[in-house]
């Protein structure tokens, strides 16, 4: 059974192998250590010991993907197999309907779609272009990402690809740390559903939104297309590794960045800030409201 330096220590050694901004991994290192070195872990157990270290490393560098997870339930320490990783994230996609939770109708031929996870942009596509044909008559849509957790990032672009007219629009980009590569995300030229144009479109947003949520939500905002309702997001813009430290400690190391074509940056440790600010609860009735308001 390791002891919980050495447990931190394999997770440090994680983050500075992969962290996406290598001097901030340097500076987590240091950090961490010192308080290795001062004892303030010895005595903690596995779930105080995950949170007092993720409350350390963000206070270093205020990443909300980096973290270090307890799992009641025993995994495996083999190394993570990426194809067994990836058809764990199909499953359980498979198993929310894609992310798509539902649609409604409402007054004033406005659509409401309720969207709980992004899914993947070629398992996912005829899940969310089902939903698109549901709103395809509408004169005005609301988004709702207010308990969207995350998900994929070619997902993220196609859902914004309904919003937009053709390929041409550059959404914005991802650079990797492992392959110092960055590609792009650029509208799709082929989508199993009309495209949502000329018309109003809301997105409804909470503290809860995170990642892929935040990353439609950005992305639309940013290029003028959608108008947001709500809370600021949770703040969390970096594609992430996960790795095991033992049975029931995992470390999250964000390995990449995502760059808005439009801001030049991202909505990490931030957030995503609404146009129109509501709480939670009245995010759509606010929404719902406005799109009257304008006629839609």
Same mark, same amino acid.
């Given at each position: 059974?390791?002891t919980n330096a050495?447990i931190v220590g394999?997770?440090?050694d994680r983050?500075t ?10 500076e987590?290192?240091?950090?961490i250590?010192s308080?290795?070195?001062a ?6 157990s596995?779930?105080a010991l995950?949170?007092?270290v993720?409350a350390h490393?963000?206070?270093?560098c205020p990443d909300?993907?980096?973290?270090l997870?307890w799992?009641? !339930?025993? &995994?495996?320490?083999?190394?993570a197999d990426?194809? @067994? +990783?990836?058809?764990?994230? *199909?499953a359980?996609l $498979?198993? !929310?309907? &894609?992310g798509v939770?539902?649609?409604e109708?409402l @007054? +004033?031929?406005?659509?409401? *779609?309720?969207?709980r $996870?992004?899914?993947?942009a070629?398992?996912?596509a005829?899940?969310i272009?089902?939903?698109m044909?549901l ?6 849509l609301?988004?709702?990402l ?5 998900g994929?990032p070619?997902?993220a672009a ?7 007219p053709?390929?041409?629009?550059h959404?914005n ?9 960055t590609?792009q ?8 559903a009309p495209?949502?144009l000329?018309r109003?479109?809301?997105?409804l947003?909470?503290?809860i ?5 935040e990353d ?9 297309r959608a108008?947001l ?7 969390g813009?970096?594609?992430t590794a996960?790795?095991t ?10 390995t990449?960045?995502?760059?808005s ?12 800030v609404p ?8 995010a759509?009735a606010t929404?719902?409201?406005d799109a009257?308001?304008r006629?839609?």
């Open positions: 059974m390791p050495e394999l997770a440090l983050i192998a992969g962290y996406v901004f290598p001097q901030r991994a340097v987590i290192n240091g950090a250590r308080r290795l070195a004892g303030t872990y010895n005595t903690l596995g779930p995950c949170a007092a993720t490393l963000q206070e270093v909300k993907h980096l973290r997870l799992q009641d !339930e025993p &995994q495996s320490t083999d190394p990426e194809d @067994e +990783g990836r058809a764990a994230f *199909l359980m $498979r198993a !929310e309907n &894609q939770r539902r649609f109708h @007054e +004033g031929n406005i659509g409401h *779609l309720d969207i $996870r992004i899914a993947d070629g398992e996912g005829r899940a272009g089902a939903a044909e709103a395809a008559h509408t004169s005005a609301i988004l709702d207010r308990e969207c957790r995350g994929s070619e997902g196609m859902w914004c690809s309904y919003f937009f053709d390929d041409q629009v959404l980009d991802v650079y990797e740390r492992s392959t110092g590569s590609r995300y650029w509208t799709a030229s082929h989508l199993p495209r949502y000329e109003p479109v809301y997105v947003t909470s503290a939104t995170f990642s892929g949520g439609v939500a950005y992305t639309l905002q940013a290029h003028g108008v309702v709500g809370e600021t997001t949770h703040g813009a970096h594609p996960r790795h430290v033992t049975e029931h400690i995992t470390v999250t190391v964000p990449a960045r995502t760059i074509t439009v801001t030049g940056t991202n909505w990490e440790g931030v957030g995503v146009d129109l600010a509501a709480t939670s609860e009245q759509l929404a719902h409201k009257l308001r006629g839609a």
